[in-house]
């Protein structure tokens, strides 16, 4: 029997060794290394880990924070997760709506949390939908637009 910090443990080795691409494949690689688990552990010990999905040569694949990484998020690499992730920007006073892909909001979401973009206060992200909750200087509408430049809408 391992404790949930064993499992956490070892559910971050093998994501640093290999590329996973599904809760189902992390619970049988798991279940090789004997720790039977359910697939709503797994997605309660990814959720505690911060692990979030990332695109990799074309496909997406679970990646674990670096514990190393910046406070903040150099803006290449938020021009580059938003030229890869962003659809579309709308926005109505304060409030500014991103459309991604299925399942890939949590991704901007992440990334404007660890950046400077300047006005914004926070960020709510569900499936495909994020919103960025903007200050009132410089308001929702300069927001949405720079958000805009950065995904070359």
């Known amino acids: 029997m391992t404790t949930k910090a064993q499992r956490q443990h070892l559910i971050r080795e093998l994501l640093a ?77 304060n409030i500014v709506v991103l459309r991604t892909p299925p ?9 404007i949390d660890r950046s400077d973009l300047d006005g914004v206060i926070g960020t709510v992200a569900g499936d495909d939908t994020l919103l960025i909750v903007a200050a009132e200087a410089p308001g929702g509408a300069v927001v949405a637009d720079h958000c805009r430049v950065l995904a070359d809408l």
Do not use: C
């Not at 399942?103 to 990334?111: E, L």
């Open 17 to 93: 060794s290999r590329e996973i691409g599904s809760q189902a494949q992390l619970v049988a690689l798991l279940g090789e290394h004997a720790v039977e688990v359910s697939q709503a552990t797994v997605n309660r010990d990814l959720d505690d880990l911060g692990v979030a999905k990332m695109r990799t040569a074309g496909r997406t694949v679970y990646a674990v924070p670096e514990t190393d990484a910046p406070e903040t998020l150099p803006s290449n690499t938020l021009r580059r997760v938003f030229g890869d992730w962003v659809l579309a920007v709308e926005s109505s006073q």
């Open 103 to 111: 399942g890939s909001a949590h991704v901007v979401a992440a990334a």
